[in-house]
């Protein structure tokens, strides 16, 4: 899966290349998004104050003394381990390269930086904004009144983008990339403090609910037959 990168691996034409790819096959599986999305880089700094007007009404759900700066905890947490991330309120799909990198170093291993597994982040992603094109499925979250039913929203919205992945990677013969993202998803690093990991390992059991359990239900008969507005 490993393969040469050029000095910078996410150049907006690099970026727009790898859509360009994935935005088709997205389009042949799901039928949307009829309207292409924008694609571009941005730091984890950015990207914590979009994902704190994200999160801070779900959590409030499930937590409803949370204070804000506990939400704004939560939001860095999430930006300094985000890869990519669909923004329905401007249709553009961000990469975080920044943590890209970060990882790809951390781990010595350069397929973080492959066009490949950029095309694999932008398939997940543009399923995201085919369903909210099709079903408002994002912004349907903030009308989430109970935890089990944004648990539950969540884990269509994620086991959806994974089960279109899996399905349009598989078929291009690249089941082992999505195999890497699928592990990567549940990584956690040997050398991080027990506390650390610990609160990643709890995270995980969430992610993987979502992303795993949540592909698996599309996989089954009654999952297929699924439709985000019947939820």
């Given at each position: 899966m490993s393969q040469e990168n050029s000095e910078d691996p996410f150049a907006n034409e690099k970026l727009e290349s790898a859509l360009r790819w994935a935005l088709p096959l997205v389009q042949k599986t799901t039928g949307s998004p009829r309207t292409a999305p924008q694609v571009r880089q941005a730091t984890p700094e950015e990207m914590i104050p979009r994902l704190a007007n994200e999160l801070r009404l779900q959590y409030r759900v499930q937590n409803p003394s949370a204070k804000e700066s506990e939400v704004q905890e939560m939001a860095k947490n999430y930006a300094y381990n985000l890869?990519?991330?669909y923004s329905a309120s401007d249709h553009i799909i961000y990469i975080v390269s920044e943590n890209l990198i970060r990882r790809?170093?951390?781990l010595t291993n350069p397929d973080y930086l492959s066009?490949?597994?950029l095309r694999g982040i932008l398939i997940h992603e543009l399923v995201?904004?085919?369903d909210?094109?099709?079903f408002h499925a994002l912004s349907r979250l903030a009308t989430g009144k109970k935890e089990h039913e944004l648990q539950i929203h969540n884990a269509l919205l994620e086991g959806h983008a994974q089960y279109v992945t899996k399905k349009i990677l598989q078929k291009e013969g690249q089941g082992d990339l999505f195999d890497f993202i699928e592990r990567d998803i549940l990584?956690?690093?040997?050398?991080l403090s027990e506390g650390t990991k610990y609160r990643l390992l709890q995270q995980n059991n969430m992610n993987y609910f979502q992303y795993v359990a949540g592909r698996r239900f599309f996989e089954t008969e009654g999952g297929r037959k699924n439709q985000f507005h019947q939820c």
């Open positions: 890869r990519g991330k790809s170093e951390e066009e490949s597994y995201h904004a085919a909210e094109e099709t990584y956690v690093p040997a050398e």
